[in-house]
C-alpha cells in the first residue's frame, strides 16, 4: 500500500551537489520511517540517512555525515537527500525506503523500496 518514487539523479562532476527527492504515497503510519540507501555496481547496498517521521528525528551513516542533509516536506508527502561535495565514491543507485517501524538505517526493518536513481559523480 505503499508507493516510493525517487528523482533528481544525475552526472555531475565532484564538489557538485544534488537533491534527490522520494514521493511518497500510502497510509503515513505504514512509512514512519524513511530512509536513503545506495548501492554501487559490485558492491552491497548500504544505509545512508533516515528519518522518522513522527518526530523529525535523523540519523545518519558515518560516512554520510556533514555532505547529507535529509529532511521532509509533509504537506508533498516527500523527502528529500541533500548530498553536497559530491564524491566519485558516491557514485551509486539511490534508493528510498520505507517501513511503519524501523531500527535507524538496519535495512532488513524496511518493508518498501522505490526504483531508485542513479547518481554518477565523475573526477
Known amino acids: 500500500q505503499v508507493q516510493l518514487v525517487e528523482s533528481g539523479g544525475g552526472s555531475v562532476p565532484a564538489g557538485g551537489s544534488l537533491r534527490l527527492s522520494c514521493v511518497t504515497s500510502g497510509a503515513t503510519s505504514s512509512k514512519n520511517c524513511v530512509g536513503w540507501f545506495r548501492q554501487a555496481p559490485g558492491k552491497e547496498r548500504e544505509g545512508v540517512a533516515m528519518?522518522?517521521?513522527?518526530?523529525?528525528?535523523?540519523k545518519y551513516a558515518d560516512s554520510a555525515k556533514g555532505r547529507f542533509t535529509i529532511s521532509p516536506d509533509n504537506r508533498k508527502n516527500t523527502v528529500f537527500l541533500q548530498i553536497n561535495s559530491l564524491k566519485p565514491e558516491d557514485t551509486a543507485q539511490y534508493y528510498c525506503?520505507?517501513?511503519?517501524?524501523?531500527?535507524?538505517?538496519?535495512?532488513?526493518?524496511?518493508?518498501?523500496w522505490g526504483q531508485g536513481t542513479q547518481v554518477t559523480v565523475s573526477s
Open positions: 528519518i522518522y517521521s513522527n518526530s523529525g528525528v535523523t
Open positions: 525506503a520505507a517501513a511503519p517501524l524501523c531500527y535507524d538505517l538496519e535495512q532488513d526493518e524496511y518493508i518498501y
